[in-house]
């Protein structure tokens, strides 16, 4: 098996997961969507792992040197952790999202098949590099669900709003809708929206752990050391950091729950600065991450 | 709208609102009287970062943590400070305070803090110190190694410490998730921190035909290390794919890929469309010599300095040839030879690529033992507590490189940092597992209050 065949499983494994994903706003009985949406993505794993194994033994070595070999993997662990994801806590919108992220790097390797023979730059040649950046992506998403339960529970905190936050509740209120519509909770009071944020900070935070130790365990690999505040490093820290603290803060004052929501939405703050701001800061001059300018 | 501000502040600054009336008399209650909280939490971070500041501006210098075996010392006796203070002193206020919320939300805010500090200043690079700047004698420009730093860090692992101890004594398997988080980030962070000043990390060459030595010289310091070993480079190997062909257009100096996408790797007889032309190679040596000054003609050979050459056909869209010759990527010794297609495009041959370099490496170790290994990336090597790597060569002389970069390093406390990620991670994976801690606390009360509500 060679890229040849790539095209052939691609479009069969992104038609399973593309109904898998449109099933999951359909209005049918829960546990048989929940059957048929394992089934579709189980079945697109399998295609996608029976691809990889083939190449492998193609290449005679695993497939993670090229960008498009790096995407591959992508996909595969998007499905899978999606798929344990979504048997653990039954959140469609999880499933949705990870089906979608697959797809789109499904769709970066149909367009692009020149990148194949590209070679990394020989830092990201690590075998931690992937599960790094899936988790990475994983954790990103959760914690962005986890900021608009937040800004929910908030615009439900104050409900003599004037014209601008009405005006934030009608930008944001078809998001909701479609959370609610896949996460099949009714949310009615603040501890009720907390309950469902706690719960998802709590899978974003694993996963952020794990990227967190991954890319030490990496930068060792790479670079020698596995810690050397780097910037961006440091502001990967500190988003940790802040989750932490409403993690501990949520299990003491249960009560304040305005202060918890405000707290959560605005950790977010952090987890984007960490993300798009760590480029623009003064101390980036000097940081190894920064990928972007070489690219 | 005024409310919104006013609880947004409130959070910024987790300083408490109070809102009913058991609670604002707490508010009244004086500064470290009756249980400490967050405000004391404040006041103390407060403190810290004053005190390291000025401690910074005495000093002057980057802090160091001691060497072994004094940081051994030191680490095993504040872990059991903790233990014993906790088991012995708990009901007393600081110690009670210190494994609360309250103490862990304000330290991990402090140490938040100088993270973010050290995220937004540019920091000079390490070992670089600065003569009479402000900036850098009170810490804020090395602030890996300041006081300030230092400080925060001792506060939140000094919290951190006491929490693991009170989540882990009385033992309850329910919080066995929990213990294994916060027991892997102490260790992590303590023995980081402690071993950071026995680890060792240097890059040197070693040249064709040098003498056994075991001082060497930093590659990119020019300081000096003792390795408790001698080493000799027996031999350097490399070996190499075989060189890619490229058309380039001249204007712009773009390299085109062939019709297939694929690259086209030289090979004996193969053939390949771009564009409008089809070229094919017709003899093909990886190690060849020029054998007359006009690059006519080469010869195969293994001769030092010699290089890859190709001898091609171009041919039209009607099939006829109307180009060929001999093409060479050069090198350090000879200049390289392209192929002319037209005005615009010539067809160029790349330097060929490593595919494994490999050192052949001899070690003589104290008492007159020898040992030969040999050193591939990704593949290294320790010897006498030192871990050697192979990382690079001259890569301008390619096959021919005249020595070998070795990267050696030395961290003996990394089997420690590592158990402490592989708790962490295990901590994660729990807490993946469980979620939400508190509502599955709530439901469980639930549970139990119907239960007794039934039960009577
Ligand atoms: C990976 C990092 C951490 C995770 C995942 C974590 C998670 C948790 C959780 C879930 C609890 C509630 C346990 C329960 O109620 O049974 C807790 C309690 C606590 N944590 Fe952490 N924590 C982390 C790091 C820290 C740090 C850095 C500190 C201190 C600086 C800290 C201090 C505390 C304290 C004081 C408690 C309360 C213990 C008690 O009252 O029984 N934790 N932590």
Not at chain 1, 199 to 224: C, N, R, S
Not at chain 2, 25 to 46: A, C, P
Not at chain 2, 67 to 79: A, D, G, K, Q, R
Not at chain 2, 401 to 422: C, Q, R
Request: with cysteine; proline share 4%; hydrophobic share 45%.
């Amino acid at each position: 098996m060679n890229w040849t065949n790539f095209p052939l499983a691609a479009y069969s494994a992104s038609a399973l997961l593309i109904l898998a994903f449109g099933l999951l706003f359909f209005p049918i009985k829960r546990k048989l969507k929940v059957t048929l949406a394992n089934l579709l993505t189980i079945t697109a794993l399998i295609i996608f792992i029976i691809f990889i194994t083939g190449l492998w033994i193609h290449l005679e070595r695993p497939p993670l040197r090229t960008k498009g070999e790096t995407r591959l993997w992508y996909s595969v662990f998007l499905i899978l952790l999606g798929i344990i994801t979504f048997n653990r806590w039954k959140y469609f919108w999880f499933l949705a999202f990870t089906n979608l992220m697959a797809l789109v790097f499904i769709f970066v390797n149909l367009a692009h098949p020149e990148t194949y023979n590209k070679t990394l730059m020989p830092a990201l040649q690590s075998y931690w590099f992937v599960p790094h950046v899936i988790v990475y992506i994983l954790s990103y998403a959760v914690l962005g669900v986890s900021w608009l339960v937040s800004i929910k529970g908030l615009i439900k905190s104050y409900p003599n709003l004037n014209v601008f936050g009405k005006i934030i509740s009608i930008i944001f209120y078809p998001i909701f809708f479609i959370i609610d519509i896949l996460s099949d909770e009714k949310n009615e009071d603040n501890h009720k929206i907390l309950k469902m944020a706690d719960d998802i900070v709590y899978i974003g935070f694993a996963f952020l752990t794990l990227g967190i130790t991954f890319g030490a365990l990496w930068a060792k690999e790479a670079w020698g050391n596995y810690w050397t505040w780097d910037p961006k490093e440091t502001w990967a820290l500190l988003t940790l950091l802040v989750y932490l603290i409403y993690i501990h803060i949520r299990t003491h004052h249960k009560n304040r729950t305005k202060l918890h929501l405000w707290i959560l939405s605005i950790s977010f703050v952090f987890l984007l600065s960490a993300w798009f701001g760590v480029n623009y800061m003064p101390s980036a001059k000097n940081s190894v991450h920064t990928y972007s300018q070489q690219e | 709208m005024f409310s919104i501000i006013k609880d947004f502040l409130v959070c910024f600054f987790i300083f408490a609102k109070k809102r009913n009336v058991v609670e604002k008399e707490k508010l009244k209650r004086k500064l470290f009287h009756g249980t400490w909280q967050y405000k004391e939490g404040f006041v103390i971070s407060g403190l810290l970062i004053l005190l390291g500041i000025i401690v910074g501006f005495i000093t002057k210098n980057p802090i160091n943590f001691p060497e072994f075996p004094l940081n051994l010392s030191i680490s095993i006796s504040y872990s059991l400070l903790i233990i014993v203070l906790y088991k012995f002193e708990r009901e007393q206020k600081i110690i009670k305070w210190l494994s609360s919320i309250p103490a862990a939300v304000t330290s991990t805010v402090l140490f938040a803090v100088t993270s973010a500090l050290l995220g937004i200043i540019p920091q000079t690079d390490p070992g670089v110190i600065l003569k009479n700047n402000f900036w850098f004698d009170i810490g804020f420009k090395h602030l890996s190694t300041s006081w300030l730093l230092g400080l925060s860090y001792l506060f939140f692992l000094t919290s951190l410490g006491f929490a693991t101890v009170k989540i882990a004594y009385p033992f309850k398997f329910k919080r066995l998730g929990t213990l294994l988080s916060h027991l892997g980030l102490y260790i992590i962070i303590l023995a980081g921190v402690a071993g950071s000043s026995d680890a060792k990390r240097t890059y040197f060459v070693l040249n064709n035909d040098a003498a056994p030595t075991n001082i060497v010289k930093d590659f990119f310091s020019d300081k000096q290390y003792k390795l408790p070993f001698k080493l000799q480079l027996v031999k350097f190997d490399i070996s190499e794919y075989n060189p890619k062909i490229v058309l380039v257009e001249k204007k712009t100096n773009n390299l085109l890929m062939p019709e297939s996408n694929q690259h086209f790797i030289i090979h004996k007889n193969d053939e390949e469309k771009f564009l409008d032309w089809k070229i094919k190679i017709k003899t093909f040596y990886k190690y060849a010599y020029p054998s007359d000054s006009l690059y006519q003609e080469f010869t195969s050979t293994n001769a030092f300095a010699s290089l890859p050459a190709a001898e091609v056909e171009v041919y039209d869209k009607n099939d006829s040839i109307i180009k060929s010759g001999w093409m060479t990527c050069g090198n350090f010794a000879w200049s390289r030879k392209n192929i002319d297609v037209n005005n615009n495009y010539y067809f160029a041959m790349l330097q060929p690529e490593a595919k494994e370099f490999s050192s052949h490496v001899k070690a003589f170790l104290p008492g007159e033992n020898t040992e030969e290994f040999s050193l591939k990336v990704n593949s290294p090597k320790v010897v006498e507590g030192w871990k050697l790597y192979q990382t690079s060569y001259n890569e301008q002389m390619g096959k021919w490189s005249n020595y070998s970069l070795i990267e050696a390093g030395k961290d003996p406390w990394l089997p420690v940092v590592y158990s402490g990620i592989f708790l962490l991670i295990a901590g994660a994976f729990y807490i993946f597992w469980i979620g939400s801690f508190s509502s599955k606390k709530e439901e469980e009360e639930e549970k139990n209050n119907n239960l007794n509500e039934k039960n009577q």
